[in-house]
């Protein structure tokens, strides 16, 4: 079946530094990826729709400048958090459509 | 904006017993696709059952059933004969053509022995 590869699994960064987050498909090509966040015991919030060769589409009220998102090939997709402060921190996770919505791992995100 | 409401934050249920947890939607669109997923403490997203809109019969995957009422836009999970290792988040879920999908905020489902 399809997989989505996403790294890194966790990561642990300074307030003030970036931090990139990157989600493969492995075995297809995925011309949109979505970007979701998930605050402990709580929903996915779909942070933005990344599409292929052009630029991300971002849900109301999430930073453009904050998480910058590249979609530069139909295989990879990253999601940059810029600046990161501790608010930041939260579980991050891709998903693309390949005869259904596949996800990545997810990754959690810690800023000290 | 497509909503979904899960009312019920946790709800726990004996092995081997039914239960079912409740999923309600809202949306002008009549062509749309609803999703059970369920995340486990890895916090890996692994979809339980896929219903489409337009397609009255409930769907079905083994112990996991649903019944979709698109007049009442409900979509309720039942899972019979219950186990240990169904006990998860589960998250109802909504897309349409736009091809984003939109969760609700979740039920937690314990079994106990």
């Known amino acids: 079946g399809a997989v989505v590869s996403q790294h890194p699994s966790w990561v642990i960064c300074k307030s003030g530094t970036s931090v990139k987050i990157e989600c493969r498909s492995l075995d297809f090509q995925a011309t949109t990826m979505f970007w979701y966040r998930q605050f402990p015991k709580q929903s996915l919030m779909l942070m933005a729709t990344s599409n292929e060769g052009s630029k991300a589409t971002y849900e109301q009220g999430v930073e453009k400048d904050k998480f910058l998102i590249n979609h530069a090939s139909l295989t990879l997709s990253t999601l940059t958090v810029t600046s990161a402060h501790p608010e930041d921190s939260s579980f991050y996770i891709c998903?693309?459509?390949?005869?259904?919505?596949?996800f990545g791992s997810g990754t959690r995100l810690t800023v000290v | 904006a497509q909503t979904v409401t899960q009312s019920q934050p946790e709800m726990s249920v004996q092995e081997a017993e039914t239960v079912t947890l409740s999923c309600t939607y809202d949306t002008s669109e009549s062509d749309y696709y609803l999703f059970w997923y369920k995340q486990p403490p890895s916090r890996q997203m692994i979809l339980v059952i896929r219903q489409e809109a337009y397609k009255q019969q409930n769907a079905t995957e083994n112990r996991f059933s649903v019944n979709f009422q698109k007049a009442a836009k409900s979509f309720s999970l039942k899972i019979s004969d219950s186990q240990l290792g169904d006990a998860a988040m589960y998250f109802c879920a909504f897309s349409d053509n736009t091809d984003k999908l939109i969760f609700g905020t979740g039920t937690r489902l314990q079994v106990f022995p």
């Open positions: 998903s693309a459509i390949s005869y259904g919505y596949t």
